[in-house]
């Protein structure tokens, strides 16, 4: 049962554009999410993050989206670069003491 | 300061066979937590250690399992390999309790089993 949900596994955007990565869940005890970027041979590391009491947050040209009625977040990235061509998680918990859960992950290319 | 250090990088075992996997975390982190990664399913978590005890557990079988010492370096073992636990596994700490925190990855041991 994939609680965390990546529905597309790539995406392709031109350099300087837009990347919107979506991603679904469907327990609504999540409470907390946040999102990965992982390059080939390196472990994830954190890019941003938002508790279930924001419907945004935003860092430099990440921007975190969440909209609780729909179960859904998705991180804008604006505008993209090169260096963020990477597989990119979402991930979700409740209430702190619990595991994390990923989702399958989406492949952003970004093309120069 | 260290990043999460795994050992070994690649492993390549036969079926049937036992492996242990070794995690150093950050120093000063007392979280470890292991995940299994294979093409489509994402990352699984399998466990997470926290001082020495083990306070949460993913969905794997009895196969799995793991350990952490007193100075927070976690070890996995997996006994009976099957073919399908070929992946790279990743171990992650966390400085502090909460699991909300931002984690720390280390670069994974690559398994496979032949």
């Known amino acids: 049962d994939q609680q965390v949900k990546q529905n597309s596994p790539s995406l392709s955007v031109q350099e300087g554009r837009i990347s919107i990565l979506n991603c679904d869940y469907t327990?609504?005890?999540?409470?907390?999410f946040l999102w990965y970027k992982k390059y080939p041979a390196e472990g994830p590391t954190f890019l941003i993050s938002i508790s279930s009491i924001k419907d945004k947050n935003e860092d430099g040209r990440f921007t975190v989206f969440l909209n609780k009625s729909a179960k859904h977040l998705s991180l804008h990235i604006v505008p993209s670069q090169p260096g963020d061509s990477a597989v990119y998680f979402c991930a979700a918990n409740r209430d702190g003491n619990e595991k994390l859960t990923f989702g399958t992950g989406t492949r952003l290319t970004i093309i120069p | 300061k260290a990043g999460v250090t795994q050992t070994p990088r690649y492993l390549i075992k036969t079926r049937g066979q036992q492996v242990t996997l070794s995690c150093s975390p950050i120093s000063g982190h007392r979280s470890v937590s292991w995940y299994q990664q294979t093409p489509g399913q994402g990352l699984q978590f399998l466990f997470e250690?926290?001082?020495?005890?083990?306070?949460n557990k993913g969905n794997f079988p009895g196969r799995f399992s793991g350990r952490q010492f007193s100075n927070s370096r976690s070890e996995m073992n997996v006994s009976t390999l099957e073919l399908g636990d070929s992946a790279l596994y990743l171990c992650?700490?966390?400085?502090?309790?909460?699991?909300?925190?931002?984690?720390?990855f280390g670069q994974g041991t690559r398994l496979t089993v032949v």
């Open positions: 327990n609504s005890m999540f409470d907390y």
């Open positions: 992650a700490s966390n400085g502090q309790a909460n699991m909300n925190t931002e984690a720390f």
């Open positions: 250690y926290f001082s020495e005890t083990q306070r």
